[in-house]
């Protein structure tokens, strides 16, 4: 099962369309197996589909707490999360759509991202949230308050040191 809430773009010739997402229990299960997380127990988010040129804008804020494994004590442990979610989308073929030609592609890391272009006429709302749910997650998790106690060996083990020892002469 999947977790998924399509705006098609002709439904925002009636003007912005808000919506306030919350999956249910099976689709936070798809979705942290997805995302590689022990659990999801809350996710929601309210979004606003709004026309953008020949596309859509989607904009809004969501909150989560997910449950990840502490990569030093191996721990369940629970974490709130919540983000800012801003994207735009345009049909294939538009104009505005980032060009796929081949030629030399300029950056400039203060512009706004290029739109997605999208492969249908339907804007996954959801999985925008979900997208955005992603680049906050810490991709080491840490438990609040585990610390790492390394004890590096107290004899110096390189293959030099031994090699060391072999031409070293003999008393």
């Known amino acids: 099962m999947s977790w998924d809430k399509p705006v098609k773009l002709h439904e925002l010739g009636r003007g912005p369309v808000r919506l306030t997402l919350e999956p249910d229990a099976a689709e936070r299960a798809a ?6 997380l022990k659990s999801l127990p809350s996710l929601s988010a309210r979004v606003i ?14 909150h989560a707490v997910v449950e990840q494994v502490c990569g030093v004590t191996l721990d369940p442990f629970e974490q709130s999360l919540e983000g800012e979610i801003e994207v735009r989308v345009v049909s294939a073929g538009s104009p505005h759509a980032a060009s ?6 300029e950056l400039d890391p203060d512009a706004p991202d290029a739109p997605d272009v ?14 955005h749910l ?5 991709p080491f998790p840490r438990k609040p308050g585990a ?4 004890q ?7 293959p030099f040191a031994a090699l060391k020892k072999l031409t070293e002469p003999k008393p």
């Open 134 to 138: 992603a680049l906050e997650l810490d």
């Open 100 to 105: 796929s030609d081949g030629g030399e592609l």
């Open 152 to 158: 590096p060996p107290e004899e110096e083990t390189s």
């Open 118 to 131: 999208l492969e249908t006429d339907a804007v996954d709302v959801a999985g925008y949230v979900v997208e």
């Open 31 to 36: 979705v942290a197996k997805r995302l590689g």
């Open 49 to 62: 589909v709004k026309p953008w040129l020949d596309g859509a804008e989607i904009t809004g804020r969501f």
């Open 147 to 150: 610390t790492f106690d390394y």
